[in-house]
């Protein structure tokens, strides 16, 4: 069979629709033309099924890959992706994204497909305003979106990208009949009073004893407490910090990451979580579902990152990220601000 | 017992050096009077072994906390790792670093510290160059160097930091005759041959597998062939691309580390190993001993990631690169150059 070069597809005939569509599900019928992108092309030459001519000459694989190479960017990385998952089985065809597979066992014509694919390549940042694109458009049509990210040694990883509603169990109370006086001194802040500070880190995990009398409160848990009338706070000169706003203007000084932060902290408390610090892990938070006594703490499910709208996704790191949590059995989840709704955005390594 | 606050020390007398400084070992006589850091003063306020005046007023703990850190910088850091060494039955005196540390049942007089302690909030960024600096400061004196980061929530992560020679045991058969004709697309370069990618991939691990009769190499990878005069690299169009100057410069256009990683890349070829990428690490390298067969490949020992001299270390990206390895059961170096020669710098946590 004999396929020939046209821009960025090579067209086929009659015979083509028949022993490669109809059997194997190759490309797309147009009347009596079978067109097949350049991956799927390349596909079929390398295994022998279709020849590709350009001008009336035969490519060898190492011509018409080098040419298709030419003509379409990333196709290398397209190329291993599409060669990957036909190898394991899947259908697949092109898409607004990159592909779309079918479930294994369906078909063009028989099932829907379930996966839009997304190949990138480990060595471009990715915006998370593109993945959003991306993931919108899977949404849309109900398909799972996954990112397929394609290494120097051409190494595929594969994530599954999915929002989430997550929600806590843990109920807030908040025991101080008056708000406890406490100090901020250079980039923490103490609270003197042992009764205040076991109240505290007993009923809702508060802060970390700096000995049996006295509790360190991270920026974040204080303009917490400070917003809720829990606490006071003072600078080390003793003057008040009257007010939130004032005293997440300092923080932010100190953690540029602050506002940001303590965004998402007022999100998973009010959702019924209790956040701590993830630095062990590299990330913001790490949070608990529950935590009812500190003496024995339970599992941390989720780790949480903070980004901005304008967020770009080393994927090194973001590969990173995901491989520790999923080490520690948690989930890694980036945490968005949209419209001031917080949103929890999960990519979560997955087996094809 | 009574202490004097004059400015960052705090002074007493005859009676303290007898009670704190000959069973304890807090602060260091000078004729008649024993001198503290303010650290020591709170930590010995803390345990009511000492009361504090200023102007003959007596101060509480939170008074006195609060001063000292007004008065000296990072003050609670130093406090909450001097406190935590204190507990675990360490000695500490100060040291040009932060604290010099004796071994168990070692004290000031008897034996030598053993470590120097050296103390950074997560906050902080590190540049490498004060981290080195610390490291020989530790060296030159024959100690350990331990790193000591304060997350934001008070939780102290130990590192002990040195120099590492590594080597590895894979002999160099670099087996063509002549060198292969391979062809550099996008952003990786492609062995066409069936023969020569065999022998490539069998015989130094280099590339992975397109097909059964491809093999794709890796920028670094192909930079180090071509030096070596093993392959040949034409680019798409089917000119040379004569020599590693040139590949190089286009390498680099590609990947900005390209250059870094290379050296780093070329050193640990010569050491005996095979690097190949750490991309699902997030680092540049995970390296191998010793590769014998590609059928089942050993565990690789060490995660590399090749830093500039003026690299500032992210303590949360740090913590989570160290910890992410450990997970793996393996070492994370960062790799330096250094007048052209490369060194290997461990950082790795430890219990202290």
Redesign the interface.
Known sequence: MIGKLVKEKVKSGKKAINELYNTGYYGRPKGDVLELTLVEAAYLL?KNKLEITLDEKNLG??EF??EA??RQ????LKY?VY?DLRERGYYVQPSVTDFRVYPRGGHPGKTQAKMFVYVR???VPMLLKDLLTQYNAALNVRKQMILAIV?????I?YYEVKRLDIKGEMEQTLPLEQPASV?M????V?V?DGETSRLLYENGFY??P??NE?L?L??VESAYLLDNGIIEIKN?NGENIPEISKFSEIAAS??PDFTRKYSAYVDLRSRGFVP??G?????HFRVYSEVHTTDKLPHSNYLIHAIPHDHEFL???M???I??AN??RKQMLYAVEFAEKIEYIDIGRIKM
């Open positions: 390398y694989f190492e890959f080098t190479s030419k960017q990333f196709f290398e291993i060669k390549s480990e060595r290494d120097e040694e051409s190494d990883t100090t001194l250079e980039d923490r103490l003197w802060g970390k700096l000995d006295r360190q991270s920026l080390s100190i953690d701590k610090t630095f062990k892990f590299g990330t994927l090194p790191v590969s990173r990220a491989r520790l080490s520690v």
